[in-house]
């Protein structure tokens, strides 16, 4: 279904995909080319039924992911200053990174090595983050001369670690090695780099045993609860969610028992 040049999409059980990083001799930073694959991959996602749970990760034993390659992305002079043509790449890269925050999949990273930059965006924009124990999260703009806040890093990093913590890190521009990555709450699961695939596809086959439409809502409602200003409002929508599941659920087993129905006739 998924067939790409520059970036590895596999369906290796139903209900579950796995997107891959496939240049490690570049740490897996995103050409162009790469860029590219992964915008057309999570559009077309948006309207995939079929797919419950999507896990992200890389090739070889370096890095996760580091981000942009400049170099790539930019190899006229002058271009990366370019105010035009800076500002359009960040267009697309504030779409991809809204599309993986609200994909209807729930989406896994599973990050080892370096995770840096959009790597590390990446990794902040998904649902459940695993690690591998030489995992290096880092934010590195300020040394680049850049604002500290890019692709929504600065909204998503504090309401997942804290204000305080999130400003040193994305301040000093250092890493956050596995330790604090499990400490803060920022990953739910620590492993060695030679587990962490295996422990990514477990988790995946227990949520893509789920029914697609409570995972659909569920994380629907997780999103939208970033944005609630009081629990008597979270409640009102908690209580409109589990309506909107039910209601699927109950038309889904009428709809079973009619063509049940339909087809017992057929015998007679």
């Known amino acids: 279904m998924y067939d790409y040049k520059y970036i590895r999409v596999e369906q290796p059980e139903p209900g579950m995909a796995v997107m891959s990083f496939i240049r490690p001799e570049k740490l897996n930073s995103w050409s162009r080319e790469v860029f590219n ?14 797919t419950k749970v999507l896990i992200i990760r890389g090739e070889g034993d370096r890095a996760f992911c580091t981000g942009a390659d400049f170099n790539s992305l930019f190899p006229n002079e002058g271009d990366r200053d370019s105010v035009e043509k800076s500002f359009e790449f ?14 209807k999949q729930i989406v896994i990273t599973a990050a080892h090595g370096y995770a840096v930059g959009g790597g590390f965006f990446l990794t902040m924009a998904s649902d459940i983050r695993l690690i591998a124990d030489d995992v290096k999260f ?16 600065a909204y998503m990093l504090p309401r997942l670690i804290g204000d305080g913590v999130a400003r040193d890190i994305l301040l000093t521009g250092r ?15 620590c492993y060695p780099l030679s ?22 809502y569920s994380k629907q409602l997780l999103n939208m609860m970033e944005s609630v200003g009081n629990l008597d ?32 006739i057929k015998n007679i």
């Open 37 to 50: 694959d992964m915008l057309h991959f999570f559009r077309l996602l948006k309207t995939d039924d079929e």
């Open 233 to 264: 409002t979270a409640i009102k929508i908690e209580n409109r969610n589990q309506q909107l599941v039910k209601a699927f659920n109950k038309e889904k087993e009428i709809s079973n028992m009619l063509c049940e129905h339909s087809n017992s």
């Open 195 to 216: 587990e962490l695939d295996n422990a990514a596809m477990e988790k995946a086959r227990v949520l893509a045993g789920y029914s697609a439409e409570a995972l659909r």
């Open 90 to 103: 960040q267009e697309q890269l504030r779409e991809l990174i809204v599309l993986v925050h609200e994909a």
């Open 175 to 189: 890493y956050m090695f596995a330790g604090e990555a499990m400490s803060l709450g920022y990953a739910s699961g």
């Open 138 to 153: 880092s934010c590195p703009l300020l040394k680049m001369s850049m604002s500290c806040g890019d692709l929504g890093c």
